[in-house]
Each structure stands twice: as structure tokens, then as C-alpha cells.
């Protein structure tokens, strides 16, 4: 509904559709997976790479399935109770691809509050909220790489071969995933602290939100809008009141802690990025990995965020998209190829007497390659 995470139609867009796109689904079926199942999966990643494993608490008294006798706000969180023992998750989850992913997002609060537990409690939480958000999904860039569901049984060990059009249909779904979600992650709050500072009056919540998600996002509503809807109101993090910028800063942070504990663990090498490029870096039962990501979180938000992010990324104090251009550059170079045999521009364009056109933001500037139709803006606009 968002276009937040445009992976569920990837194969609209796959480099190469003569090649397979990886899908766990079929063998989480096959395999009789249950939510149970997935959080031990996901558990075990964690301890391989010397991490804490789930307290016995965590297990008694999480809620990792649909409740079938109450109603429920089934969007996953994950939860510190504070007395150093208690942490839980919350999410009805299903066996899906994308409910593996977040499993591990989930998990990845956790960890990082065990790892702070025995700070002051004023210091016992992320370096900053980006850094909360960043932790699991950083676990995940590792999990979701074929060679990583090959070696726990959810892709058959053909899926595992090098070949360049299976990773060109990888990192697109990828792409799709962590890219796409970039324009979507931003202007939440962009829309959200535009209001609060009386930017954006009460009669124009829903035009200004849709001429963010045009300009921003370069989508358009399925049908005509209106003051008389309140679309913001629908996203779980506006109703609920939860800060959305954190996961904007995770998407990108997350790629550079990728890309330090992949170097750490030999998985990377920045000198030879095509004998072993970073999207195919996996980091499962890596102890050096573990202990460098154990030191960052063991830090809560006890000192600045860029001290904390200097732990692991060898003195670089800056959030910068360099190491996501640089999981992405196979497919980058492939679009840019592909752009160009089809003539394609780049960016979108809003019509209707509005002479502005809408360039993307430069870190996304591949991504756009894509989108070639100028959109027919036809929402009266603010
Ligand atoms: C977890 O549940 C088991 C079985 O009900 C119980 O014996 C055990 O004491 C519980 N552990 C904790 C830490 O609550
Ligand atoms: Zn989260």
C-alpha cells in the first residue's frame, strides 16, 4: 500500500527473467516451518557469531504467533523491560520471506538491549535511533544472500553457484527492497515536522502529503484524493506516534556496518570487490564479526554516535552511502548500460501547468534510471 518495499513485485523488474529469482517461501512450506522455527533460526545466527542467545524468559513470554482467542495490534516490536532480564517480541508472524526478515530485525532490538543491559539506564539504549533500527537488518544482509539460505536448507545448493544474472536478479530484489524504501523512509518526517511546525495547516494534511509522495517518492494515489481522507493516518508509525527518520538513517548506516564487519571478517575485500563483492558477504559464525559488532553495542548510547560508529568502521564518523553504491555497483553498472541501449531519462516529471521537474535525490540517482514515464499528475495540488 506504501511502495515502501517494492520487492513483492520484483519480477516486473528482474535483469535477467530467464534466470530464477530466490524465493524461500516454497521450502519454508515444504519444510513445515512455524514461527518457533524462524526465531531459532534466527537465534542461532546470532550465537554463531558469539552473540547472547534469546534469555529463557524471552521465550516463556514473548508473543511470536497470532493470538486466536483476542485481537491484537499485530505490528512486530520488540521490547525492554528495564530490570535487566526482561525482553520480548510481539508479531504475528507468518511464514513468508518477509516475515523471516523480520524476525531478525526484531531480534536485533533485543540483542542490542542484552548487550547494554548492565549500563546506567539513562545510557541503555542506541547510539542513536538509527542504530537500534540498523542492528537486525545489518544480521539480514547476511541471511538473504543465496549462499547463506543454501547453507541452512531453504534454497537448493544450485541456488548457490556464482553466476552474474542470478546476482543481477538478486541485487535487484534488493534494490527494491533497501533503495526504494529510501524516498518512502524520508518524507514521512519530512510531512510529519512540517506539521508540527505549522508548515503544513490541517486543511492541507492530505494534498501536501500526496505532493511529497509524488515529488519525493514519484508515485501517484490509485484515485482522486482529497481533504476528506487522511492517508498519512493509515501508516502504523504516524497513527501510533513513532519517529520515522531512524529507519531512513538505518537503511543507510546499516550498509556501512555491513561493509566494516564484512572487511573484518575477510568476507569483503574493498581491493577485490569481483572475487568477493559485499552484497554476496556473509558474516553467519563469524566471531571477529561478532565481537566488532558486540564492542558497538555494548556502548548503548553512552558516548556521541559517531564515536560509537568509529568502533567499527575503523575511524570513519560519518553516515555516507558509499558503502550502499558500493553493495549495489553491479547493478548499477547494469543500469546504466540498460538505460542507455533504451534511450531512457532519468527522473519524473509532475505535469499540469507545474513547470518543476522532480530529480531524484542524488544517492538514489541510479534507482531512477528505471522510472522513464513522466507521471500524469491529475490530484488537484495544494
Ligand atoms: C519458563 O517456563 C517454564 C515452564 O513453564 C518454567 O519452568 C520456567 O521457570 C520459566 N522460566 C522463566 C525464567 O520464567
Ligand atoms: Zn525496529
Not at 226 to 255: C, L, R, T
Request: with cysteine; net charge neutral; aromatic share 12%.
Amino acid at each position: 500500500m506504501w511502495a515502501q518495499d517494492w520487492s513483492n513485485v520484483k519480477d516486473l523488474f528482474l535483469p535477467c527473467k530467464n534466470k530464477p529469482s530466490l524465493d524461500i517461501a516454497p521450502a519454508l512450506r515444504e519444510q513445515n516451518y512455524t514461527a518457533e522455527r524462524m526465531f531459532r533460526v534466527s537465534e542461532e545466527f546470532f550465537t554463531s557469531m558469539g552473540l547472547s542467545p534469546m534469555p529463557e524468559k524471552f521465550w516463556n513470554l514473548s508473543i511470536i504467533e497470532k493470538p486466536k482467542d483476542r485481537t491484537i495490534v499485530c505490528h512486530a516490536s520488540a521490547w525492554d523491560f528495564c530490570d535487566s532480564k526482561d525482553f520480548r517480541i510481539k508479531q504475528c508472524t507468518d511464514m513468508t520471506m518477509e516475515d523471516f526478515v523480520t524476525v531478525h530485525h526484531e531480534m536485533g532490538h533485543v540483542e542490542y538491549y542484552i548487550q547494554y543491559k548492565d549500563l546506567h539506564i539513562a545510557f541503555r539504549d542506541g547510539a542513536n535511533p538509527g542504530f537500534h533500527e540498523a542492528v537486525g537488518d545489518v544480521i539480514s544482509l547476511s541471511v538473504v544472500t543465496p549462499k547463506h539460505m543454501v547453507k541452512i536448507g531453504l534454497l537448493s545448493d544450485s541456488a548457490g553457484k556464482k553466476d552474474s544474472e542470478v546476482d543481477l536478479n538478486y541485487l535487484m530484489s534488493q534494490a527494491l527492497s533497501k533503495v526504494a524504501f529510501l524516498p518512502f523512509g524520508y518524507l514521512i518526517d519530512v510531512w510529519r515536522w512540517n506539521v508540527f511546525r505549522g508548515k503544513i495547516s490541517s486543511s492541507h494534511y492530505n494534498c501536501e502529503w500526496w505532493k511529497l509522495r509524488s515529488e519525493v517518492q514519484g508515485v501517484q494515489p490509485p484515485n482522486i484524493r482529497s481533504e476528506e481522507d487522511f492517508d498519512p493516518g493509515a501508516k502504523y508509525h504516524i497513527a501510533a506516534n513513532v519517529p520515522y527518520m531512524s529507519y531512513f538513517v538505518s537503511y543507510i548506516i546499516q550498509f556501512q556496518f555491513h561493509r566494516a564487519l564484512c572487511t573484518a571478517a575477510g568476507e569483503y575485500d574493498p581491493k577485490n570487490p569481483l572475487a568477493k563483492p559485499l552484497h554476496d558477504c556473509d558474516i553467519y559464525r563469524n566471531k571477529k564479526a561478532g565481537d566488532l559488532l558486540k564492542e558497538m553495542l555494548r556502548l548503548g548510547s553512552s558516548k556521541p554516535w559517531p564515536d560509537v560508529m568509529a568502533v567499527i568502521t575503523e575511524g570513519n564518523r560519518r553516515m555516507d552511502v558509499s558503502a550502499l553504491r558500493e553493495y549495489f555497483q553491479p547493478l548499477e553498472n547494469w543500469l546504466r548500460k540498460d538505460n542507455k541501449k533504451h534511450g531512457a531519462a532519468v527522473g519524473w516529471k509532475l505535469s499540469k501547468n507545474r513547470s518543476y521537474s522532480v530529480s531524484c535525490m542524488s544517492l538514489l540517482f541510479f534507482f531512477c534510471l528505471q522510472f522513464t514515464d513522466v507521471l500524469d499528475w491529475s490530484v488537484e495540488l495544494c
